[in-house]
Nanobody
Framework: QVHLVDSGGGLVQPGGSLRLSCAAS????????VGWYRQAPGKERELVAR???????NYGDSVKGRFAIYRDNVKNAMYLQANNLKPEDTAVYYC?????????WGQGTQVTVSS
């Protein structure tokens, strides 16, 4: 399994943007699903965005049109560009790598959207 370290969270005002980063300890196989999840207090962890086979992407309904997922295979990294942030986006965000390289999770990075 790979080791993941995510970063880039912080406090932003509604309408602001953040870019979250996730660094992997080694190359991630193209067959492995990679992406971002988030969890707010008292709620279940939910999908934000992910790459699946063939480079296709899935986005959670609540973030479609606002968030975008990117990956850099040379740097063994993935990113989440989060735009037009809303208070409802407040959560701990986790990067994820699925089988066969995982499942592995980042430690989580806090995103707080508040005026």
């Amino acid at each position: 399994q790979v080791h993941l370290v995510d970063s880039g969270g912080g406090l932003v005002q509604p309408g602001g943007s953040l870019r979250l980063s996730c660094a992997a300890s080694g190359n991630i196989l193209s067959i492995s699903t990679v992406g971002w999840y988030r969890q707010a207090p008292g709620k279940e962890r939910e999908l934000v965005a992910r790459f699946i086979s063939g480079g296709r992407t899935n986005y959670g309904d609540s973030v479609k049109g606002r968030f975008a997922i990117y990956r850099d295979n040379v740097k063994n990294a993935m990113y989440l560009q989060a735009n037009n942030l809303k208070p409802e986006d407040t959560a701990v965000y986790y990067c994820y790598v699925g089988p066969p390289d995982g499942p592995s999770w980042g430690q989580g990075t806090q995103v707080t959207v508040s005026s």
